[in-house]
C-alpha cells in the first residue's frame, strides 16, 4: 500500500486506483467496498499503524454494533465501533484523539455521545492549565479522578438545554431544563456523578434553605452541591455555598465518605474575588457556564500557547 504511493503517507489515491480497487473487492467479496469506504480504511491503517504489528487490518467491522478488531491472538487493539474511529480518526493532535478513545471506552460513550464531547472540547476544557504530566496521564487513561478539581471544568457546556443567552431566564428555568435534560447533563458532569436531588431543604436553627441540585460522586465518595446563577457572581454567594458544604459535612457525611464539593455556575466571574474570598485549599469552585458550544479552534490555541510556556517553547 504505501510503496504505491511513493512512500509519501499523506498521499491520496489516484481516483482511477480507487476505482478500479473498488470495482476488483465488490466482485471478490460483494457490496461494502465503496471508494469512500477505502479512503477511510487507508485512513485508518496510517492513523493507528504504529498499533498494527501485522501487515494490514484482516478484518473490518462495519457495523455500529460491532467493535473494530483484526486476527491478532492476544487482546485485539481496537475495542470501539468502527463509527467511533470515523469520529476518531479526523482528530489530528494523537493525545487529545488517544484521550477521546479511552474516554469512549471508560464511559462507555456512543457514537452520539462522543461527538458531543469532542464538538465541546472536553479534552481543552479539563486539561487547560494542567501539568504536562497530567495532560500525558490523560492522553494514556483518559480523566483521571484523584481529587475534587479533577472533576471540575471551566467553563461548563450546557448548549443542551436550550436556552439563549440573548433571553432573560430566572435560575429556575436554568434549573428546570437541566432537570429535563438530566442525561446530558450528567454527560457534562463527567465521570462518577449520580443525582441525589433537587432543591434539598435543610432546616437549621429553625431557618430554612434549599441547594439546587445535589450530586454524589462515586469515584470521590462525597457530595457535591451545585448553585446556579444567572448573573456575575457575588462574594455573597461564596459564603452561601460554605454554609451549605458546612452543613453537609457536619450532618449529612458520613465517617467513611470525603469532603464535600461545592460548584456554583454562573455566566460571568471575577477570579481575584473568588481567590480572594475562599480560604486556601477550599473545596469550594466557581465555574462559568455557556448555553453554546465553545470555539475549538481558539481553545485548541490557548491549550498550545499554554503548553508552549510550560515546555519554554520546547516540545
Not at 510556556?309 to 516540545?315: A, D, L, M
Amino acid at each position: 500500500m504505501e510503496e504505491q504511493q511513493d512512500g509519501e503517507s499523506r498521499a491520496q489515491y489516484g481516483k482511477k486506483v480507487l476505482i478500479t480497487l473498488s470495482d476488483v473487492l465488490n466482485k471478490e467479496f460483494g457490496k461494502g467496498f465503496s471508494v469512500a469506504t477505502l479512503t477511510n480504511i487507508r485512513k485508518f491503517y496510517l492513523t493507528y499503524q504504529e498499533r498494527i504489528s501485522e501487515p494490514a487490518v484482516t478484518k473490518f467491522a462495519l457495523e455500529k454494533s460491532q467493535p473494530l478488531v483484526t486476527n491478532f491472538e492476544k487482546e485485539p487493539p481496537f475495542h470501539l465501533s468502527w463509527s467511533h474511529y470515523l469520529i476518531l480518526m479526523r482528530i489530528e493532535n494523537k493525545d487529545e484523539r488517544n484521550f477521546y478513545e479511552m474516554q469512549s471506552l471508560k464511559e462507555g460513550w456512543g457514537k452520539r455521545e462522543l461527538q458531543r464531547q469532542y464538538g465541546s472540547s472536553l479534552y481543552e476544557r479539563l486539561l487547560l492549565g494542567k501539568d504536562k504530566d497530567k495532560i500525558l496521564a490523560a492522553s494514556q487513561k483518559g480523566q483521571i479522578v484523584e481529587k475534587p478539581g479533577d472533576i471540575v471544568k471551566d467553563p461548563y457546556v450546557l448548549e443542551f438545554s436550550g436556552l439563549d443567552e440573548k433571553v432573560d431566564f430566572s435560575e429556575t428555568d436554568l434549573e428546570s431544563r437541566l432537570i429535563d435534560h438530566l442525561q446530558e447533563f450528567l454527560l457534562e458532569l463527567g465521570t462518577g456523578f449520580a443525582f441525589v436531588a433537587r432543591q434539598k431543604r435543610f432546616t437549621f436553627q429553625e431557618e430554612h434553605f434549599r441547594v439546587d441540585l445535589v450530586f454524589y460522586n462515586r469515584l470521590l465518595q462525597c457530595f457535591v452541591l451545585f448553585d446556579l446563577k444567572t448573573e456575575k457572581l457575588k462574594h455573597q454567594d461564596l459564603g452561601q455555598m460554605q454554609m451549605y458544604v458546612n452543613y453537609y459535612d457536619r450532618y449529612e457525611k458520613q465517617e467513611f465518605e470525603n469532603p464535600t464539593i461545592g460548584i456554583l455556575l454562573c455566566p460571568d466571574k471575577n477570579d481575584a474575588v473568588v481567590e480572594l474570598t475562599l480560604p486556601e485549599n477550599s473545596n469550594i469552585y466557581a465555574s462559568k457556564y455557556q448555553l453554546y458550544l465553545p470555539d475549538k479552534q481558539l481553545l485548541q490555541k490557548k491549550m498550545k500557547e499554554w503548553m508552549e510556556e510550560e515546555t519554554g517553547g520546547v516540545n
